[in-house]
């Protein structure tokens, strides 16, 4: 039987590094490395959704007022401290559960037939929100696209929306559940 010394050596040091960096890239790959924004099912607690952010990335929520059945924006971005920073709402119309007043540092205006209330710098760790059965027609609007909650947990849930550190896994896994 012939033996080749640098074959068997060439092998060796395959199956070495196979050995070494398969270990390391599967860890790579389910550390929890990157900011996302997520939202997780209110009473299980399972993630349903997940997409990459970054720090001062905005998003927004949208829905129709279930009393006026005239649209509100809530637009919100991502602080140092990790915390959803609400920013800015828009609606069209006054009435129960809208803002009537301003407080100190927050500007007003009305353009185009819609009130904007802006830099509200509230500070929140997460957001718990009813989806909406009926009328409210809830949409995340991220990265220039509009994903319905009705799509990522059942109408009548409730869901929260927090930002962490999630893995690369999680985060391939959200974007093939629902379109990049």
């Known amino acids: 039987m012939y033996f080749d010394l640098p074959s068997a050596i060439i092998h060796m040091k395959i199956k070495v590094a196979f050995t070494i960096l398969f270990p390391l890239l599967i860890l790579f790959l389910a550390w929890p490395t990157q900011l996302a924004l997520t939202i997780t099912d209110g009473k299980s607690g399972q993630q349903r959704f997940a997409v990459p952010m970054e720090l001062e990335d905005s998003f927004g929520i949208e829905f129709v007022h279930s009393i006026h059945k005239t649209p509100v924006i809530e637009e919100y971005y991502i602080d140092e401290q990790l915390d959803i920073v609400l920013d800015q709402v828009i609606y069209e119309s006054y009435g129960v559960g809208m803002p009537s007043t301003i407080e100190p ?32 027609n809830h949409q995340l609007k991220i990265h ?28 391939w896994k959200g974007e093939w559940e629902y379109g990049k």
Not at 153 to 167: A, C, D, E, H, L
Request: charge should be positive; proline fraction near 5%.
């Open 144 to 171: 220039n696209r509009k994903v319905p909650f009705s799509q990522i947990n059942p109408p009548g849930s409730w869901v929260r929306i927090q930002v962490k550190n999630v893995s690369l896994l999680t985060i």
């Open 105 to 136: 540092g927050q500007t007003y205006k009305q353009e185009n037939g819609k009130y904007i209330i802006s830099n509200i710098q509230r500070r929140l760790k997460f957001i718990d929100l009813a989806i909406g059965q009926m009328v409210a």
